[in-house]
């Protein structure tokens, strides 16, 4: 794959992550607070706008503090569902940083996500 093969959409969000990770100072070593910051900085034009869901569910599981979020487009009681785990190594995302993403898939779908 050439640079000529990259989607020019993808190409300009590239662009846009590279040129705002190089305007943050150097940092070295990265600590855990230091990485979410910076990462919810650079991700945040991508968490603004988006779709309205018709209810949003936040859950706790099990006795954990992992919390999940429940995206539902429509009224409807039985969807086609997509369960998704983003990366980061259960770190430097979050839910917040995922979230117009998991609307998106739900509205354009038609699903829970």
């Known amino acids: 794959m050439t640079d000529d093969d990259v989607d020019c959409d993808l190409r300009q969000c590239q662009n846009m992550m590279q040129e705002a990770y190089a305007r943050l100072p150097a940092f070295n070593p990265f600590s855990v607070d230091e990485l979410r910051r910076v990462t919810a900085k650079v991700r945040a034009p991508w968490t603004e706008g988006g779709p309205t869901m018709k209810r949003i569910e936040e859950k706790h599981v099990g006795d954990y503090s992992t919390r999940i979020r429940i995206y ?35 509205d354009r779908g038609r699903i829970a996500v």
């Open 72 to 106: 539902y487009p429509e009224d409807s009681q039985i969807l086609p569902a997509l369960i998704y785990i983003h990366g980061g190594g259960w770190t430097i995302f979050s839910l917040d940083t995922h979230d117009r993403l998991m609307r998106e898939y739900a």
